[in-house]
């Protein structure tokens, strides 16, 4: 197609910063894939003006917008109506329009779940310990409860924090104090981080893997880098690892039915082209 119409189906993310965010070339790579006329760009939004800014797009020719970082509570509060799951997890990142009304949503928790698919994870059988108690975790959280998943435990570096989520979210879900993570990590056949820790190559999350069970699996949240310390120590002594870029592209395919009425195409696939974005090799 040779550029888009009047008529074009408009969508776009908001953060404040935005510039690192791959979900403008993940839409457009799919956008380009089937021909669409439709278009996806960055907002900068600072939360200063996040309100007068959703009241405004509502009312425009865009579908509706992705959310990320420092807004994903906010949105939810300044939302008409929410999902079952927007509200359970506290956080949306997934707004759609209707009128003037704004409708809210939460994807990341299908998007981990379609992560997690390809290691056939029977979660009935199944016990999952959560590193992190912040709304990374509140989504995977909800998202472990959702599949039925038979046992959970929960560790954060502030104790008072992950009974908190337990209070609000997991009754059913175990706390442990986060030096004694090793000591359980044998109980676990699903390893998740859902803490900020690794990112960027900052600070890494380091487990002692050699307790860890076999055939278990590690997944991390965190994809900038790809390959952290947590995921390179986990292949290192043989589980099953899932990266955070997995979980980004699922918690995309809903988002991207909402916004244009299609589904996502499998081919071309998109986890190369950002893959390149990040200049990591396939």
Not at 11 to 17: D, E, K, N, Q
Request: aromatic fraction near 6%; proline fraction near 5%.
């Amino acid at each position: 197609m040779n550029g888009i119409s009047g008529a074009a189906h408009l969508a776009g993310v908001i953060g404040s910063p935005v510039s690192h965010s791959l979900s403008p070339r993940l839409m457009g790579h799919w956008i380009q894939a089937l021909d669409l006329d439709a278009a996806y760009v960055p907002f900068a939004v600072e939360a200063s003006g996040l309100d007068v800014f959703l009241a405004g797009i509502a009312k425009s020719q865009l579908m509706g917008v992705n959310v990320t970082l420092p807004h994903k509570e906010k949105v939810l509060a300044l939302a008409d109506t929410a999902s079952d799951a927007a509200k359970r997890i506290g956080a949306a990142n997934l707004l759609t329009f209707d009128g003037d009304k704004i409708h809210a949503d939460n994807t990341d928790a299908p998007g981990f779940l379609a992560a997690l698919k390809p290691a056939n994870i029977k979660y009935r059988q199944s016990t999952a310990l959560v590193l992190g108690a912040g709304g990374a975790a509140r989504a995977l959280v909800y998202a472990l409860l959702t599949s039925g998943i038979s046992r959970l435990i929960l560790t954060n570096r502030s104790r008072g924090r992950a009974e908190q989520l337990v209070d609000d979210l997991a009754p059913m879900a175990a706390v442990v104090d986060w030096d004694q993570k090793d000591n359980v990590l044998g109980e676990a056949d699903l390893v998740v981080n859902a803490t900020a820790l690794g990112l960027n190559g900052d600070q890494p999350l380091k487990l002692d893997w050699s307790k860890a069970r076999s055939g278990a699996v590690a997944f991390d949240s965190v994809y900038t880098p790809l390959n952290t310390q947590y995921l390179a120590d986990a292949r290192k002594a043989g589980l099953t690892v899932v990266d955070g870029l997995d979980m980004l592209i699922g918690q995309a395919r809903p988002s991207f039915r909402a916004f244009y009425g299609r589904e996502a195409p499998i081919l071309p696939p998109v986890r190369p082209v950002l893959l390149k974005a990040l200049g990591e090799k396939a």
